[in-house]
């Protein structure tokens, strides 16, 4: 059996004499993972970094055997944003947040549609794509069954002035019906729930705090594992840029 996709890098791991397990997000074979003879090897190392846009071919005798990957550089992620610590530290988050979170052989569309334009243009600046990628890890919690719903107030039904989410539900609530609860709801940036680009760490801050939250309590704490140390790494950044 065989397949060939796009795919993006999340993890190598050295295995035998040079080789490495590689996992890999693709569009209709989700998180899947192989075995590249030579991965860990000085030519084909900077082919495998987490973030890499890849053109991937898998093969394997059996669909349930761990196979074997060869690959083709398409876009390096992963050498272009050594130099931004923001976008270095995004991308880690990213790759670490679906290697740790998504159920392994699954398709991932949304997931991989959405986190594809981010890693893409990363080298262009993070600051215009992390507003984008905190709504990827609203799209990720949705598609691991723990999504937010920012639509309308849960409390009021109204669609304006929504300024909170509830801890508990993840669901909106308005400025008027969060008033005598505002000590234990969380911030609702604006640009979570309208169109536009948000440039300020501040708001950044607040939606990695929101996102963290249900991906800490539903996608990790459920199964008893901690946030990835990576997406931690980000959110302290971001507390920096806004402090």
Same mark, same amino acid.
């Given at each position: 059996?065989?397949?060939?996709?796009?795919?993006?890098?999340?993890?190598?791991?050295?295995?035998?004499?040079?080789?490495?397990?590689?996992?890999?997000?693709?569009?209709?074979?989700?998180?899947?993972?192989?075995?590249?003879?030579?991965?860990?090897?000085?030519?084909?190392?900077?082919?495998?970094?987490?973030?890499?846009?890849?053109?991937?071919?898998?093969?394997?005798?059996?669909? @349930?055997?761990?196979?074997?990957? $060869? &690959?083709?550089? !398409?876009?390096?992620? +992963? %050498?272009?944003?050594?130099?931004?610590? /923001?976008?270095?530290?995004?991308?880690?988050?990213?790759?670490?947040?679906?290697?740790?979170?998504?159920?392994?052989?699954?398709?991932?569309?949304?997931?991989?549609?959405?986190?594809?334009?981010?890693?893409?243009?990363?080298?262009?600046?993070?600051?215009?794509?992390?507003?984008?990628?905190?709504?990827?890890?609203?799209?990720?919690?949705?598609?691991?069954?723990?999504?937010?719903?920012?639509?309308?107030?849960?409390?009021?039904?109204?669609?304006?002035?929504? @300024?909170?989410?509830?801890?508990? $539900? &993840?669901?909106? !609530?308005?400025?008027? +019906? %969060?008033?005598?609860?505002?000590?234990? /709801?969380?911030?609702?940036?604006?640009?979570?729930?309208?169109?536009?680009?948000?440039?300020?760490?501040?708001?950044?801050?607040?939606?990695?705090?929101?996102?963290?939250?249900?991906?800490?309590?539903?996608?990790?704490?459920?199964?008893?594992?901690?946030?990835?140390?990576?997406?931690?790494?980000?959110?302290?950044?971001?507390?920096?840029?806004?402090?």
């Amino acid at each position: 059996m065989e397949w060939e996709a796009p795919a993006i890098v999340l993890e190598a791991r050295p295995y035998g004499e040079g080789g490495a397990v590689i996992s890999v997000l693709t569009e209709q074979h989700g998180r899947f993972a192989g075995l590249a003879k030579g991965g860990s090897s000085r030519a084909q190392s900077g082919l495998w970094q987490p973030g890499n846009l890849v053109e991937v071919r898998w093969v394997g005798r059996l669909a @349930d055997q761990l196979g074997h990957f $060869t &690959g083709e550089m !398409v876009h390096p992620t +992963a %050498a272009l944003a050594m130099d931004d610590p /923001l976008a270095l530290a995004l991308l880690n988050s990213a790759c670490a947040l679906a290697t740790d979170a998504l159920p392994e052989r699954e398709p991932q569309p949304r997931v991989f549609a959405a986190l594809l334009p981010i890693l893409a243009h990363l080298h262009a600046g993070a600051e215009t794509l992390v507003d984008d990628y905190i709504r990827w890890e609203m799209l990720l919690l949705e598609a691991l069954g723990y999504g937010l719903d920012l639509s309308r107030c849960a409390a009021t039904g109204t669609v304006e002035a929504l @300024d909170w989410v509830s801890p508990r $539900t &993840g669901r909106a !609530v308005s400025a008027e +019906a %969060a008033a005598p609860y505002a000590g234990r /709801l969380l911030p609702l940036p604006s640009f979570l729930h309208g169109a536009q680009a948000e440039r300020d760490p501040r708001a950044w801050l607040q939606g990695l705090r929101l996102t963290g939250h249900f991906l800490a309590r539903d996608a990790f704490g459920a199964r008893h594992r901690p946030m990835p140390p990576a997406r931690e790494r980000l959110e302290h950044r971001v507390a920096d840029l806004a402090a």
